[in-house]
């Protein structure tokens, strides 16, 4: 798909991947870019300076969301593109609180279920749309010291998944953004786990607007799969091949990032 005169909806677009994301679309001829977050005021700066609207949207409230759908749907006739993007990294293992589990699962998972839910049946009218899940190379692999946020990102990641097999033949195509570390405000959230996981971070992230880059040309190609890092893909067919030795390796890692 390209983007040109597209109506696209960015969900978490007031900072990082969804800002450069909206970035792009809109020097990608986009005929309007609907910038949403929960922080309001940040989506409106990146509207306003891309020339596109915003709402203040927290996308676990089901309510507000389908509101915010329908007043596009009116005001565009259609959204062709939906990006769930919003995020939180929440670290912590299986001792992180129930409160913050429950709250990762809302934001990176049911979000994603309560905007399709409400976006998919305009897409399935007019046999024609497209998703992109941001979820995270975690969702494919792991992510050391942050059980919440993993678990959930291989949530996001099935879920999309079960999208595309439901769905393509109904003309709804779906992309899983997987990255491993972007240069944005959530990248210290990873690099606070400890002074070796700050380096290696570090040593990782990229650029957000190469993010932007590599969904274009992900949903130019129609690839389920987009991974600005190729590498994981690399580690996702070695985790395939070999589960036992992939686990073992990845010890060794968490030994490594742990200080140990
Ligand atoms: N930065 C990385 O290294 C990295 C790597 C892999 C995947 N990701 C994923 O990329 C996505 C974007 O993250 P980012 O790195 O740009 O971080 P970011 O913190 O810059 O942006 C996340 C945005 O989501 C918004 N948000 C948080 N909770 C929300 C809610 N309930 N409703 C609406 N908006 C909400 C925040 O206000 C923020 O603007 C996330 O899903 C994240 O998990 C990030």
């Not at 439901?166 to 959530?186: A, E, H, N, Q, W």
């Not at 607007?209 to 590599?214: G, L, M, Q, R």
């Amino acid at each position: 798909m390209d983007i040109a005169k597209k109506v696209a909806l960015i969900t978490g677009a007031g900072s990082g991947i969804g800002a450069a994301m909206a970035h792009r679309f809109t020097t990608d001829g986009a005929e309007a870019v609907i910038v949403t977050d929960i922080d309001g005021s940040s989506a409106r700066t990146v509207a306003s300076a891309i020339g596109g609207e915003a709402f203040d949207l927290d996308v676990t409230d089901e309510g507000a969301t389908a509101a915010v759908v329908s007043e596009i749907e009116e005001r565009h006739g259609r959204i062709d593109i939906l990006c769930l993007n919003a995020g939180i990294a929440t670290d912590g293992s299986v001792d992180a609180l129930n409160e913050d589990w429950q709250r990762t699962w809302d934001v990176n998972v049911m979000a994603h279920v309560y905007a399709t839910r409400h976006v998919l049946p305009g897409m399935l009218d007019r046999g024609n749309g497209y998703i992109v899940t941001t979820a995270s190379a975690a969702g494919l692999l792991t992510n050391i010291g942050a059980a919440p946020y993993s678990v959930t990102k291989h949530a996001a990641v099935a879920f999309a998944e079960w999208l595309s097999v439901t769905y393509g033949r109904s003309g709804i195509k779906v992309s899983c953004l997987c990255p491993m570390f972007v240069d944005t405000p959530m990248l210290e959230a990873f690099a606070e786990h400890s002074d070796h996981m700050r380096d290696w971070v570090e040593e990782l992230a990229i650029d957000v607007d190469d993010v932007a880059t590599a969904v274009v040309d992900g949903m130019r190609s129609e690839s389920f799969l987009i991974l600005p890092h190729p590498i994981v893909l690399d580690y996702f067919q070695r985790k395939a091949l070999d589960y036992d030795r992939w686990i073992s390796g990845m010890q060794d890692l968490n030994d490594r990032m742990s200080g140990e």
